[in-house]
Nanobody, 123 residues
Framework: QVQLVESGGGLVQAGGSLRLSCAAS????????MGWFRQAPGKEREFVST????????YYADSVKGRFTIARDNAKNTVYLQMNSLKPEDTAVYYC????????????????WGQGAQVTVSS
């Protein structure tokens, strides 16, 4: 069992930056690929980024590539999402997810999920 708690969401103007954090419980954090997904009002949840167990491989949705960076610190059981050059269309609830499988399986990723963090980007 893995419990995930997101933090760092908030309100920011377009062009600004935010960093989301996701703290995981348990001693097996390094065994999991980690990911970030988001859900905007009236839309389905969508893939944002994933990272493999050692942080060496990362994957991004085209919509965030070059603006967002995912990273993890296995010593702190934490995964991060640095979001730069934010746009109003980035407004969503952002969810952290953990999966014992591959970080490449972005279409069916996520065994454990956090409660979500609201990110609002004003124009």
């Amino acid at each position: 069992q893995v419990q995930l708690v997101e933090s760092g969401g908030g309100l920011v103007q377009a062009g600004g930056s935010l960093r989301l954090s996701c703290a995981a419980s348990g001693r097996t954090f390094s065994r999991y690929a980690m990911g970030w997904f988001r859900q905007a009002p009236g839309k389905e949840r969508e893939f944002v980024s994933t990272i493999n167990w050692n942080g060496f491989s990362t994957y991004y949705a085209d919509s965030v590539k070059g603006r967002f960076t995912i990273a993890r610190d296995n010593a702190k059981n934490t995964v991060y999402l640095q979001m730069n050059s934010l746009k109003p269309e980035d407004t969503a609830v952002y969810y952290c997810a953990a999966d014992p499988g591959s970080a490449t399986m972005t279409d069916r990723f996520g065994v454990y999920w956090g409660q979500g963090a609201q990110v609002t980007v004003s124009s």
